[in-house]
């Protein structure tokens, strides 16, 4: 069996203009890169090194403050490893693997394949992975960030390389690898807060996602199906190398019976909740919207205010410091009060978003606190009406990241502060809005 082992150099943020790869030493073992500290008569190894000056076309250079936040990230690994006595932490999800890389994949073409893991020690960050995919993950998502990459044949098990890693090593990991002691919880409390660049990239994906949702529904007409209509959002979200984590599209009440209704062939007639979520670099932001055509009946129209009541209530006492516990106490009382307390059970209401679809749920008794760099998405539901919108919480309130555009808005009054959330938007039969 022949395994290969390929380190590549370390950029401080001074030289991340310069094009260049520095030979390093290998900070698992203290020996040059040109041994990887793991051969036998089975095994060989290669480093890579730029034989020329790589020009730009070539060679994707980092964002110093994108440097700064792995950095930053490879001293938290440290100081928690020393805080639980290891010598190596084992990340095998992709939505760690996009926390620690701060942007980057382990999934091959955003598929559900995934084809690397990340090694890390107090002073070293390694990818393990084929030689399929070294290139790809070192050109397109670590280039310049001090990342070392491992690799194999791609018809070789990915698992005897990292059984090699961990061999001889107290290793954490976030999937139980046989050897390594698992402590899941504790590694997705590392993902949170945000730091600044993250929280600008979900703001630039928050008016994406928004205007894909929006520019949709202010195109589609009765007679399309809903697998039609998602398409479109896709296609909007797509061509801005947004990934469609989750699309709906519930026509004419749909959302009544089935409150996580995806789309099928059934065609719109009247009206229909729009909704999306998309990921880019590996962070989650989702938009909710509904249009009708002509105005909608008294009863949609009663629980569209209904939902943006209990919406708004949400999106104010989002605010640092608050437990997820106590939102959800405020938002049954506002069921209970005007609503219906069975409304409440019939759908969640909200989570914590980031590197995963759901880092933490709106849930009674929970503890978890929101804080600054923080980012939340409301979808509160009355009946057959829906609405959905992503907050970040800032260090005085929450700002809204899917803020409309051209779109009609309905204003709720919260505390003595009036909150706008989205209202239906009504269309005539035929008519385009740009």
């Not at 310069?18 to 040109?34: E, H, I, N, V, Y």
């Not at 939340?376 to 803020?403: K, Q």
């Given at each position: 069996?022949?395994?290969?082992?390929?380190?590549?150099?370390?950029?401080?943020?001074?030289?991340?203009?310069?094009?260049?790869?520095?030979?390093?030493?290998?900070?698992?073992?203290?020996?040059?890169?040109?041994?990887?500290?793991?051969?036998?008569?089975?095994?060989?190894?290669?480093?890579?090194?730029?034989?020329?000056?790589?020009?730009?076309?070539?060679?994707?250079?980092?964002?110093?403050?994108?440097?700064?936040?792995?950095?930053?990230?490879?001293?938290?690994?440290?100081?928690?490893?020393?805080?639980?006595?290891?010598?190596?932490?084992?990340?095998?999800?992709?939505?760690?693997?996009?926390?620690?890389?701060?942007?980057?994949?382990?999934?091959?073409?955003?598929?559900?394949?995934?084809?690397?893991?990340?090694?890390?020690?107090?002073?070293?960050?390694?990818?393990?992975?084929?030689?399929?995919?070294?290139?790809?993950?070192?050109?397109?998502?670590?280039?310049?960030?001090?990342?070392?990459?491992?690799?194999?044949?791609?018809?070789?098990?990915?698992?005897?390389?990292?059984?090699?890693?961990?061999?001889?090593?107290?290793?954490?990991?976030?999937?139980?690898?046989?050897?390594?002691?698992?402590?899941?919880?504790?590694?997705d409390s590392l993902r949170l807060p945000l730091q600044a660049l993250e929280c600008e990239r979900l703001t630039e994906l928050g008016k994406i996602v928004a205007h894909a949702v929006e520019a949709t529904a202010?195109?589609?007409?009765?007679?399309?199906?809903?697998?039609?209509?998602?398409?479109?959002?896709?296609?909007?979200?797509?061509?801005?190398?947004?990934?469609?984590?989750?699309?709906?599209?519930?026509?004419?009440?749909?959302?009544?019976?089935?409150?996580?209704?995806?789309?099928?062939?059934?065609?719109?007639?009247?009206?229909?909740?729009?909704?999306?979520?998309?990921?880019?670099?590996?962070?989650?932001?989702?938009?909710?919207?509904?249009?009708?055509?002509?105005?909608p009946s008294e009863r949609v129209a009663d629980a569209h205010r209904q939902a943006a009541m209990v919406q708004a209530t949400g999106m104010f006492f989002s605010q640092p410091r608050m437990d997820l516990g106590?939102?959800?106490?405020?938002?049954?009382?506002?069921?209970?009060?005007?609503?219906?307390?069975?409304?409440?059970?019939?759908?969640?209401?909200?989570?914590?978003?980031?590197?995963?679809?759901?880092?933490?749920?709106?849930?009674?008794?929970?503890?978890?606190?929101?804080?600054?760099?923080?980012?939340?998405?409301?979808?509160?539901?009355?009946?057959?009406?829906?609405?959905?919108?992503?907050?970040?919480?800032?260090?005085?309130?929450?700002?809204?990241?899917?803020?409309?555009?051209?779109?009609?808005?309905?204003?709720?009054?919260?505390?003595?502060?009036?909150?706008a959330v989205p209202d239906i938007l009504c269309r005539e039969v035929g008519s385009v809005l740009d």
């Amino acid at each position: 069996m022949l395994c290969y082992s390929s380190f590549v150099g370390t950029f401080s943020p001074s030289d991340l203009s310069l094009g260049f790869q520095r030979r390093r030493r290998d900070s698992l073992t203290g020996r040059d890169a040109m041994s990887d500290g793991f051969e036998n008569e089975h095994m060989s190894s290669a480093t890579i090194e730029a034989a020329r000056p790589v020009s730009s076309g070539e060679f994707f250079l980092a964002d110093p403050a994108h440097f700064e936040i792995v950095e930053l990230r490879q001293k938290q690994v440290a100081e928690f490893l020393k805080s639980r006595q290891c010598d190596a932490m084992l990340l095998q999800r992709p939505w760690n693997f996009s926390w620690f890389t701060a942007g980057g994949s382990s999934l091959r073409f955003n598929s559900s394949d995934v084809t690397a893991a990340l090694f890390l020690t107090p002073d070293s960050r390694v990818i393990v992975t084929s030689g399929v995919d070294s290139g790809q993950i070192f050109d397109r998502e670590v280039s310049g960030l001090g990342f070392q990459i491992k690799e194999r044949p791609w018809h070789q098990p990915r698992n005897v390389l990292i059984e090699d890693l961990c061999r001889g090593r107290r290793v954490l990991s976030d999937c139980g690898f046989p050897g390594t002691k698992e402590d899941a919880a504790t590694i997705d409390s590392l993902r949170l807060p945000l730091q600044a660049l993250e929280c600008e990239r979900l703001t630039e994906l928050g008016k994406i996602v928004a205007h894909a949702v929006e520019a949709t529904a202010r195109h589609v007409e009765p007679g399309q199906s809903e697998s039609e209509i998602a398409g479109e959002v896709a296609h909007r979200l797509m061509k801005h190398e947004v990934v469609p984590i989750r699309i709906q599209v519930m026509a004419d009440g749909r959302s009544q019976q089935y409150r996580h209704w995806g789309f099928n062939g059934t065609f719109l007639k009247k009206w229909c909740v729009i909704s999306a979520m998309g990921r880019r670099q590996g962070l989650h932001v989702s938009a909710t919207r509904t249009v009708c055509f002509g105005h909608p009946s008294e009863r949609v129209a009663d629980a569209h205010r209904q939902a943006a009541m209990v919406q708004a209530t949400g999106m104010f006492f989002s605010q640092p410091r608050m437990d997820l516990g106590g939102l959800s106490d405020r938002i049954q009382r506002i069921y209970e009060k005007f609503i219906h307390v069975e409304e409440w059970q019939r759908a969640d209401q909200a989570e914590v978003i980031g590197y995963q679809a759901c880092e933490a749920p709106v849930v009674p008794l929970s503890q978890f606190r929101l804080a600054e760099g923080m980012a939340i998405f409301w979808h509160c539901s009355v009946g057959p009406a829906a609405l959905g919108d992503t907050l970040l919480i800032t260090n005085r309130h929450a700002r809204l990241l899917t803020s409309p555009e051209q779109w009609p808005l309905v204003r709720v009054d919260v505390k003595g502060r009036t909150t706008a959330v989205p209202d239906i938007l009504c269309r005539e039969v035929g008519s385009v809005l740009d």
